[in-house]
């Protein structure tokens, strides 16, 4: 009789894994602003775990408007960076990420950037469609300036001031949930971003109380 010491393999069908990963996170307080021909960018001093052996950035600049850009990254020790020869009228995303002893962290991403415009003017005919009680879509005019919007809001019952968060919108119109308790209590406005470079307000609008709430 033949005789199997060894115990038998067992597969996982179902594992789990918790990461740990040694990257640092990606730089706060980017900024980023339009040349005629490039892009100027700069960026703060990441902060948390695994900073202290931060050797270098990478600097990753993407075009948007050409369908299946090759997206370049530049390395470098400093905190700023100037891409140049980029193409005039077309948007970049732009992120950077650290490089440490474990390699590439997450990139952070700044705002967007049309190259070789200025301050874009502000949105026009911003309009707002309630589709539930809680629920909003927004949509307005831009403009080929513009790489990008921000949507700052205000309840019109409590007295607070208008804000916006960092989150920069591609497109012309943007979908608002979870506005209690009623997408009537509250105000809207945009602004147009080019980098550092933004706009005035647009027109405000209030939300209408849908249909039977």
Same mark, same amino acid.
């Given at each position: 009789?033949?005789?199997?010491?060894?115990?038998?393999?067992?597969?996982?069908?179902?594992?789990?894994?918790?990461?740990?990963?040694?990257?640092?996170?990606?730089?706060?307080?980017?900024?980023?602003?339009?040349?005629?021909?490039?892009?100027?960018?700069?960026?703060?001093?990441?902060?948390?775990?695994?900073?202290?052996?931060?050797?270098?950035?990478?600097?990753?600049?993407y075009d948007r408007d050409t369908p299946?850009?090759?997206?370049?990254? +530049?390395?470098?020790?400093?905190?700023?960076?100037?891409?140049? =020869? %980029? /193409?005039?009228?077309?948007?970049?995303?732009?992120? #950077? *990420?650290?490089?440490?002893?474990?390699?590439?962290?997450?990139?952070?991403?700044?705002?967007?950037? +049309?190259?070789?415009?200025?301050?874009?003017?502000?949105?026009? =005919? %911003? /309009?707002?469609?309630?589709?539930?009680?809680?629920? #909003? *879509?927004?949509?307005?005019?831009?403009?080929?300036?513009?790489?990008?919007?921000?949507?700052?809001i205000r309840n019109i019952n409590n007295?607070?001031?208008?804000?916006?968060?960092?989150?920069?919108?591609?497109?012309?119109?943007?979908?608002?949930?979870?506005?209690?308790?009623?997408?009537?209590?509250?105000?809207?406005?945009?602004?147009?971003?080019?980098?550092?470079?933004?706009?005035?307000?647009?027109?405000?609008?209030?939300?209408?109380?849908?249909?039977?709430?």
């Open positions: 009789m033949l005789r199997n010491d060894h115990a038998p393999h067992r597969s996982c069908l179902t594992c789990t894994a918790t990461a740990r990963p040694k990257t640092a996170a990606g730089p706060v307080g980017i900024v980023t602003r339009p040349t005629a021909t490039g892009i100027d960018f700069a960026w703060g001093t990441p902060t948390g775990p695994y900073t202290d052996s931060i050797d270098r950035y990478g600097v990753i600049a299946g850009a090759f997206v370049e990254t +530049v390395g470098t020790r400093n905190k700023s960076l100037h891409f140049d =020869g %980029l /193409k005039p009228g077309h948007r970049y995303t732009l992120a #950077v *990420q650290t490089w440490n002893r474990a390699g590439g962290g997450l990139p952070a991403v700044g705002r967007p950037v +049309v190259v070789g415009a200025g301050t874009p003017p502000a949105p026009t =005919g %911003l /309009k707002v469609v309630s589709t539930d009680a809680t629920t #909003v *879509q927004l949509s307005w005019k831009g403009s080929a300036q513009a790489a990008g919007y921000r949507v700052w007295g607070s001031q208008s804000a916006a968060d960092e989150s920069v919108i591609s497109e012309t119109n943007h979908g608002i949930a979870f506005l209690v308790p009623g997408a009537w209590n509250y105000e809207f406005c945009m602004t147009a971003v080019n980098g550092a470079l933004e706009s005035g307000k647009s027109n405000c609008v209030v939300a209408p109380r849908p249909a039977g709430s």
